[in-house]
């Protein structure tokens, strides 16, 4: 189970990382309200995740998970440039959360 909410809090991260981008700098009300929203629902569900999980497992798996999907949706939504490196470094980066979800039991 606290990979499943590890899962929604790398979700919710994706979410306020890219919401920074629609705040312009916290200076418009609802998207501000959204981000903080998304902020604290992530890191309330990891602060969960990790009564199961390593904190460093955990936090590493949360932050690919923000990084990866934030940098999906840059290039999907945001019109950020899309190269060969970049998506290949990506996989990598999905490879290394595959890894350590694999290589590390719940406590």
């Given amino acids: 189970m606290a990979w499943w909410i590890l ?9 306020w990382a890219t919401g ?4 312009e700098g916290f200076t ?16 309330y569900l990891l602060s969960v995740a990790v009564r199961d999980l390593p904190i460093g497992t955990a936090y590493a798996v949360w932050v690919g998970i923000g990084a990866a999907g934030t940098a999906v ?13 970049r998506l290949f470094f990506m996989a990598l980066l999905g ?12 406590t």
Avoid: D, H
């Fill in 73 to 85: 949706l840059g290039m999907a939504i945001l019109n950020e440039p899309v190269s060969v490196a």
């Fill in 7 to 15: 899962l929604a809090a790398g979700l919710l991260e994706i979410v």
């Fill in 28 to 43: 418009r009300f609802w998207p501000s309200c959204l981000t903080v929203i998304a902020l604290a629902g992530s890191m």
């Fill in 20 to 23: 920074l981008k629609y705040t």
């Fill in 95 to 106: 490879i290394a959360i595959l890894g350590l979800k694999f290589s590390t039991a719940a």
